[in-house]
C-alpha cells in the first residue's frame, strides 16, 4: 500500500515538474518576441471632471504631463467610475467585474468577496508581467497586498508609516510597515519610476492610486506656490496636490521615454470618483473632512451620488504608435473597461462572466466605429442609474429622473414626464441588470439624509441645508477667546473675528513674537498644520518638549518658510519626536501675524485643534 502510494506521489512530482518547465518555456518563448505592451494605470483619488487642463472647463488647473497624454492618445469625454465612493470603485476597476456582483457595494462592505475574486495583477502575473503596486490601496491591509498579485508594494498615501515590500530606489526590502522618506505623491512616483528602470526589458503592470486631492490637504510649499491668485485656499491645495500628480506623471513618462519603451506601454489615467463638495463647498482651515478643492463643472451633483458630477470623472489614455493621437472620444466607457482591454493584449486566458468590460483599443485605433457599449449601469446603495446613448435614467430611493445627456450634460432638466417610453425601456433594462447583483435588485438600502439632501439641492433645486452649528461663521461679538489658551512672549495677542492675531510690542518693532501652549499630550511623531496670513516674510518657528525634556531643547526645532501676503497660506510640518509632545511654541515673523487654525496630528489619537 506505501509503495502505491509513493508512486503516486512520484508521478504528481514529476508531473508537476513537467508541467512548470512547459509553462518555463511558453514564457520564455513569449519574452522572446514579447509584443505585449506594458501597462500603466494612473487612477487619483476624489478627483472632479474639471481639474484637467486638456478638459477646457477651469483655467486655474495646470496638468501639462497629462495633457501630453491626451494630446499623444484620447481624451475620453464620458469616461466613468463604476462607484461614487473611493472602496467599491476601486474594488471593480480591480476585478474587472461590476463589484455588487461581488459583495462590495460601498466603503464598510465586507471585503470577502473581493478576497475571492481573481484581480487583473494576478491574471498579468501568471502571464510573466511584473506586477507592482503604489499609493492607495483601501481595500484591505497594505501588508496583504501582495496576495492580490502584485510582487511589489509601496503603499504609501500620506505623511504616516506604511507597508512596502521595495523601496524609494525601487530595491526589494522585507514587506513591513515603514515610515516616510518623502512627500506621499513624490515618493509614489520616484518608487514606480525605479521600478521601470529595473524592469525595462521585461513587461511590467504599474498601478499608480495617488491619494491626491483626497482629504486631508497636505500639498508641499513647492506646489502650493505655483498657484500664487486669490482662491479659496482648500481649492489651492487640491490644485497644488494635483500639480504633484502632474509632476509624477511626467517623471514616469520620461522614465519610459529613456528606456525607448513610450510606444510599448498602454497608459490609462481615471478618476476614482467626482470631488466631494458637501454643497457648500466650505472651506474650512486645516485639510480634514468636507470640500477637498477639486471641482466637478459642469456637472451635477458630487460624491456620493449616481448624477453625473458622482462618477462621470478624468478619462485619458495613451498608447503612441497604435492608438492615433489627439482623439476626443464621445463613446460612453467605463472604468471595468481597463481589465478587459489588458487582459486581451497579454494574452491572458478568462472565462464568460469573469469580466464586464470591453477591449477598447480597436474602437481607438480605429479598427471598430461605433460606440462600446450598448449601455453601462450602476447601483450604489439605494441609488441605481443606467445610460444608453445619450438618454440616461437616475433613480434614488423612491424618485426618478430622465435625462438626455446630450442636450443637458448638467442633469438640470427632468424629462421623465415627456418621454414615458424612454423611461420604461431603460428601468426594464435597468431591473434585469440589478437581478445580477448580490443582493438583486434595484436598491440594497435606504437613501441616507445627506443622498435626500443631495438629492434635493442638485436635483430638485431646493435651497441648500443651513451648515451645521459648529460651521457657522462666529460673530465679532462672540469671541472665541483663543487667546486665554496660550502664554504670549515678546510681543502682544489678541482674538478676532478672523482668527488669533500676534504682533510685536511695537510697530515697525524687529521682534518675533512666540506663542506656547502647555498641558498636552500627544504621542510623536505629530504632524502640525496652520492657515495664516502674515505682514512680513520669514520663518514659522516650531519648538517642542517631550515628556523626558525638562526645558525646550535647541534641537528641537523645525522652521519653516512663509511669505509676506495678505491671502490665506497653509503651512504643514512634521515634529520628529518618538515621545509625548506636552508643550509646544510657534514663533512668528516680524510684523502682524493672523492665525486662522492651527492642527496637531498624532501618530495615534485624535487631531488636537488648538486654534478654530
Known sequence: MKSSSAAVTAKSIVFRSLLISLITLSHSAVGASDDRPNIIVFYTDDHGHADLSCQGVLDDIKTPNVDALAKNGVLARHGYSTAPQCIPSRAGLLVGKFQSKFGVEANGSSLVGFDNETTIAERLQSAGYVTAQFGKWHLGRGEEITEHGFKHVFNQNNGGKFAANIELNGKDREMGIVPPKAY????????????????????????????????????????????????????????????????????????????????????????????????????????????????????????????????HVPFVISWPGTISAGQVFDHPISALDVAATVAELAKVESKPGDLDGVNLIPFLSGRKEGAPHEFLAW??????????????????????????????????????????????????????????????????????????????????????????????????????????????????????????????????????????????????????????????????????????????????????????????????????????????????????TLIKSIELKPATGKTVTLVQ
Open 184 to 311: 506621499h505623491i513624490d515618493a509614489c512616483s520616484q518608487a514606480a519610476a525605479a521600478i521601470i528602470d529595473r524592469y525595462q526589458d521585461d513587461p511590467f503592470f504599474l498601478y499608480v492610486a495617488y491619494r491626491a486631492p483626497h482629504v486631508p490637504l497636505d500639498a508641499p510649499r513647492k506646489y502650493l506656490d505655483r498657484f500664487p491668485s486669490k482662491m479659496p485656499e482648500r481649492r489651492r491645495q487640491a490644485l497644488a496636490m494635483l500639480s504633484a500628480v502632474d509632476d509624477g506623471v511626467g517623471l514616469i513618462t520620461e522614465t519610459l521615454a529613456k528606456h525607448n519603451l513610450t510606444e510599448k506601454t498602454l497608459i490609462f489615467y481615471i478618476g476614482d470618483n467626482g470631488a466631494p463638495l458637501k454643497i457648500h463647498k466650505l472651506d474650512a482651515p486645516g485639510g480634514g473632512p468636507g470640500w477637498d478643492g477639486s471641482l466637478n463643472d459642469p456637472l451635477n451633483g458630487e460624491k456620493g451620488m449616481l448624477s453625473e458630477g458622482g462618477m
Open 379 to 592: 447601483r450604489w446603495v439605494a441609488q441605481s442609474a443606467i445610460r444608453e446613448g445619450d438618454w440616461k435614467l437616475l433613480r434614488g430611493g423612491e424618485r426618478e429622473y430622465l435625462y438626455n445627456l446630450k442636450s443637458d450634460l448638467e442633469e438640470q432638466n427632468n424629462l421623465l414626464d415627456q418621454h414615458p417610453e424612454i423611461a420604461d425601456r431603460l428601468r426594464e433594462r435597468l431591473s434585469r441588470w440589478a437581478s445580477q447583483l448580490d443582493p438583486p435588485g434595484l436598491a440594497y438600502g435606504a437613501m441616507s439624509a445627506p443622498a435626500n439632501d443631495y438629492f434635493d439641492f442638485y436635483l430638485e433645486g431646493k435651497p441648500a441645508p443651513p451648515l451645521r452649528e459648529k460651521y457657522q461663521p462666529k460673530s465679532e461679538s462672540k469671541p472665541k477667546n483663543i487667546a486665554s489658551r496660550w502664554i504670549i512672549r515678546g510681543g502682544t495677542m489678541k482674538d478676532t473675528s478672523e482668527g488669533l492675531q500676534i504682533a510685536p510690542p511695537k510697530p515697525g518693532g524687529k521682534q518675533t513674537p512666540f506663542i506656547a501652549r502647555n498641558g498636552l499630550s500627544l504621542v510623536g511623531p505629530v504632524s502640525i498644520s496652520m492657515v495664516l496670513k502674515t505682514e512680513a516674510s520669514g520663518q514659522i518657528g516650531l519648538s517642542w518638549r517631550s515628556s523626558a525634556d525638562k526645558d525646550f531643547a535647541a534641537a528641537n526645532r523645525v522652521n519653516v518658510a512663509v511669505e509676506k501676503s495678505d491671502q490665506w497660506q497653509t503651512i504643514q510640518a512634521k515634529l520628529p519626536v518618538e515621545a509625548k509632545i506636552i508643550h509646544v511654541r510657534i514663533q512668528v515673523p516680524t510684523g502682524t
